[in-house]
């Protein structure tokens, strides 16, 4: 057999085997580490299918499988078949797009997909900026880096240092974490952020931002981006995006959504009313690696300021090639410069199913999420989220009472490998378990399993 043989066996093995095979097995560093370094050794060429199997047996086995219909867990998708032929397709081709020049096709592959995943989020296709990131974290860095070349264009030259105002970026306590480094690296330190109280569903509340802005200006402080998120990594909550993009308008702030996930419902028409207001956000980011069924890492950068854009990514070189006119140099308009084909992999997967029957794949999701809660409740357990998305944190009586804790019922969950399921701390209150719909695999059996997963884990002191 040939390498791609075995290859295509792996691929398809895995895909047909993978209801079958548990979640999760326990991975000890030492084991790990000892399986590798016994195996290889580097010193004698190891033929490529040898190394083939024994490479996918070590992934195999250590490893979570995020792609399992009954990992419940980070919003870390199971991927489509499209997105695994386009990666490998990058990897053939191993096109260059950090110029248009050297990768016309794989530049306006990605292009094309831009556009229409812009349009889906109420931009305006011609006067939007997009690009694809590394994931959700570049792209946030892209707003904070775009909106500073927007309002303070001698940044570029000064520093941040040269800015007179002490400035604030309005977040939650359930804002993605990746803002905090962004405040380090971006020389703004981590004291630009404000986090502003979450109303009882954990969600941006925008009266107490309202009297933040204004105690803020009385003091001297300068607004100067709001964050609002479509989609929290910890409970799925969707920002009051309307009320933040009044409030962003009234005091000249930038208005910026993560919607890394949920960005995801806008394009399903059931779903699509709870973003209302993201078309009036000045930037989104939405990963494409996280709802939309396709492998890491591809992330992407929507924005309204093309100019400011420009501004804070522009650089001239005597070794690149020089751009035309009517096309873009994806290395002086983002933070990569060498950069792979990530759009690829978005492109495929959509278009092998098509507009509605890819949507309907998503809105497949968000239903088995309100199964989930449905099958819970009915069970006995309690949910303490608010969100139409598929994400559902959920407690127990025992675990209030303090018969159990959280961490205990995951540690009887993970020895069994049968489910994977997480917990979480919504609103800094009390320790919840946390289970996200990431697959289209999952069915209502999965859910049910996840159910009697629970319940065994819960008696199983008793
Ligand atoms: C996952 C996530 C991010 C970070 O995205 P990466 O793709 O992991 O870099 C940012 N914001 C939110 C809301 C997320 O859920």
């Not at 490529?48 to 867990?73: D, K, M, N, Q, W």
């Not at 989609?231 to 919607?259: K, M, Q, S, Y």
């Amino acid at each position: 057999m040939t390498v791609w043989q075995d290859l295509e066996q792996e691929i398809r093995g895995f895909t047909e085997q993978i209801r079958s095979i548990p979640v999760l097995r326990t991975s000890h560093p030492r084991v790990v580490r000892d399986a590798v370094s016994a195996r290889f050794d580097l010193s004698s060429p190891v033929p490529l299918p040898e190394l083939t199997s024994a490479v996918a047996e070590l992934l195999r086995t250590h490893t979570i499988h995020v792609t399992h219909p009954r990992y419940f867990g980070l919003f870390n998708p199971t991927v489509s078949e499209a997105g695994i032929v386009a990666d490998a397709l990058a990897a053939l081709y191993n096109p260059q797009l950090a110029a248009w020049s050297h990768s016309p096709a794989a530049n306006e592959l990605e292009r094309f997909i831009l556009r229409y995943l812009g349009a889906a989020l109420g931009f305006d296709r011609d006067a939007t900026f997009a690009n694809f990131t590394t994931g959700g974290a570049e792209a946030n860095l892209s707003a904070v880096l775009a909106a500073l070349a927007h309002r303070f264009p001698e940044v570029d030259r000064e520093g941040v240092a040269s800015v007179a105002q002490r400035l604030v970026m309005y977040v939650t306590g359930e804002s993605h974490h990746s803002f905090v480094k962004i405040a380090r690296t971006t020389g703004l330190g981590t004291r630009v952020l404000a986090e502003v109280p979450v109303t009882p569903q954990f969600a941006f509340d925008p009266q107490a931002l309202a009297h933040r802005i204004h105690a803020d200006r009385n003091a001297g402080l300068e607004p100067f981006m709001i964050i609002g998120t479509a989609g929290t990594t910890a409970g799925g909550t969707i920002d009051p995006l309307e009320a933040l993009a009044d409030l962003a308008a009234e005091c000249g702030a930038w208005f910026h959504v993560d919607a890394a996930w949920g960005g995801g419902a806008a394009l399903v028409p059931r779903l699509r009313a709870a973003l209302q207001g993201i078309e009036r956000a000045d930037s989104v980011t939405w990963d494409a690696h996280k709802w939309l069924s396709v492998p890491m890492g591809a992330g992407m950068f929507f924005c309204r300021h093309v100019d400011a854009v420009r501004r804070a990514f522009a650089v001239s070189t005597s070794y690149m090639p020089a751009g035309g006119e009517e096309t873009v140099d994806p290395y002086v308009t983002t933070v990569q410069w060498s950069r792979r084909a990530i759009g690829l992999k978005v492109f495929m997967s959509i278009a092998e199913l098509g507009h509605t029957k890819f949507a309907e794949r998503l809105d497949q999701q968000a239903l088995m999420g309100d199964h989930l809660r449905a099958r819970l409740q009915a069970a006995g357990w309690l949910i303490v989220n608010d969100t139409v998305l598929p994400l559902v944190c959920f407690t127990h009586p025992d675990i209030q009472d303090g018969r159990l804790t959280t961490t205990e019922l995951l540690r009887r969950i993970y020895a069994r490998g049968n489910v994977w399921i997480s917990e979480t701390v919504l609103g800094a209150r009390e320790r919840v378990l946390r289970a996200c719909i990431t697959s289209f695999r999952t069915e209502e059996q999965d859910l049910e399993y996840l159910v009697r997963e629970l319940e065994h884990a819960r008696v199983a002191s008793e």
